[in-house]
């Protein structure tokens, strides 16, 4: 938390939020007013939402405040202001993917996705829908009427994707966690470009019952957060099977903020800088905060070991192959029909999937499993991998390519743990020579969550990059 010009206290975190409520410092009232300042000022330079609900968020924190009045107990989220990526359906308001395209009756006919009834149902205080890529890829087109994702370090650069608004309104102080989705990255990077922690959790572990889908066996759901710490709490709250998700995986769901011992001795991490693959796409500074990030691991008592990590190339490829197929069969009927209704970028991405042979998608899927067993080999001599979530800092909006959309995954090496499945967060390590964050990724093996978390938080105790925040402006 942080002491503002006046005598209130702005809190910067899930857990000293819910800390501050309980011990009376602030009410849920204030709480949700302070996002809802912040989201008036900002909103309209950065771009986070597609909705707003301040009716209902006030309602919501004057039930909390009720609560604590009668000194009834409180659950895990009460009080703490959310955003939602606009591909969760939520009965509060429409869902849209940010696509002209998207029937509007869909939302409606699915009800709130588990990852939004689960949230509300701990508490969290859901203040509006936040922007993505149209239908959670692509670019930003600035010919369609949604709100361009800005980066809250500089305007002119992106938030990144595809959960653009889910990243840039913590910055902004919007609200205090999110929820996102990570396809090939869609989570991490805007994490990695905004500064702030990103969470991917094994292939399964949070449902995606009520999500408008892009690619079936490489969606993840998860949450962001500023912290480690903040991203157990609410992992805590989504992760556990749903029937109503035919991947959603049945394993037992760990005690999340019980695993943040803040000490990693008797772990082992593998580390593979990934340098051989950006040729010039690297910014100066990143090896130098890409040794310090592994200088603090070592530090919290983890032992460092080298690796090279399997299959690089070819999983990258097998999950842009497996995204680009997926994503056509289920946009089939609508490109046909409503093609110049799509996003440029989006489009471009569909209408590649078309081209994909059913021989090539099965042969993407062999490829994926072989460098499943590999990874899965490798996890039997480290605990945990560290690679860098990308080589380069957030690009400038007038320098992406809207008919060439991949191109905005140069420098960065996300896709690879989509078709993997491990569990990846990605945190904050300082800043590229020209003042935007760069960022480091720590996976682990399958449904072993705990132990990344661990490693993220133990990371975040001894730096802190993650507590940095932008002087923003209004214009």
Excluded at 104 to 117: C, E, H, M, Q, Y
Excluded at 467 to 474: D, F
């Amino acid at each position: 938390m942080t002491e503002t010009d006046s005598t209130a206290t702005v809190f910067t975190t899930i857990a000293d939020a819910a800390a501050g409520l309980r011990r009376g410092e602030v009410s849920a009232a204030e709480l949700v007013e302070a996002a809802l300042a912040a989201a008036d000022a900002h909103d309209e330079t950065f771009g986070v939402f597609l909705a707003r609900f301040q009716d209902r968020a006030r309602a919501c924190a004057a039930e909390v405040d009720r609560k604590i009045a009668a000194g009834e107990r409180l659950a895990p989220l009460d009080g703490i202001p959310l955003g939602v990526k606009d591909i969760f359906a939520h009965s509060a308001g429409p869902t849209t993917a940010q696509s002209l395209v998207l029937d509007p009756a869909w939302g409606k006919s699915v009800g709130d996705a588990a990852v939004v009834r689960r949230l509300e149902q701990a508490g969290g205080i859901v203040v509006g829908k936040t922007t993505t890529m149209e239908f959670a890829i692509g670019v930003p087109d600035p010919e369609k009427p949604f709100p361009i994702p800005r980066n809250p370090w500089d305007a002119q650069r992106w938030a990144g994707g595809s959960s653009s608004g889910s990243a840039s309104g913590l910055v902004t102080g919007a609200f205090l966690g999110a929820v996102g989705t990570d396809t090939s990255g869609s989570l991490r990077i805007p994490a990695a470009f905004c500064g702030i922690t990103g969470f991917k959790p094994t292939f399964g572990r949070v449902p995606k019952s009520g999500v408008v889908p892009l690619a079936y066996t490489l969606d993840h759901a998860g949450p962001l957060a500023r912290t480690a710490a903040d991203c157990a709490l609410l992992l805590q709250v989504l992760a556990g099977h749903d029937a109503e998700d035919p991947y959603s995986a049945n394993e037992p769901v760990a005690d999340y903020p019980a695993a943040l011992t803040g000490d990693l001795h008797g772990i082992t991490i593998g580390v593979d800088d990934l340098d051989r693959f950006v040729g010039d796409g690297r910014d100066p500074l990143q090896p130098q905060r890409f040794s310090a990030a592994i200088d603090a691991l070592r530090a919290a008592g983890a032992t460092i070991v080298p690796i090279e990590i399997p299959m690089y190339v070819e999983t990258t490829a097998t999950a842009l192959i497996v995204l680009a197929a997926e994503s056509a069969a289920y946009h089939r009927p609508t490109l046909r029909s409503r093609y110049h209704d799509y996003a440029r970028g989006s489009r471009v991405v569909f209408a590649a999937g078309s081209s994909v042979s059913g021989a090539d998608y099965v042969q993407a899927q062999r490829v994926r499993h072989v460098a499943q067993r590999r990874m899965a080999e490798l996890f039997t001599e480290v605990d945990l991998v560290v690679t860098p979530t990308g080589h380069l800092g957030a690009p400038r909006i007038d320098a992406m390519e809207q008919l060439n959309p991949v191109s905005v995954l140069a420098g960065l090496h996300t896709p690879y743990w989509n078709s993997l499945g491990n569990p990846t967060i990605a945190i904050p390590i300082g800043m590229t020579a020209d003042g935007v964050p760069l960022s480091i990724s720590i996976s682990g093996k399958h449904f072993d969550e705990a132990t990344v978390l661990r490693a993220g938080d133990a990371y975040q105790r001894r730096t802190d990059h993650h507590r940095l925040t932008p002087a923003l402006s209004r214009s």
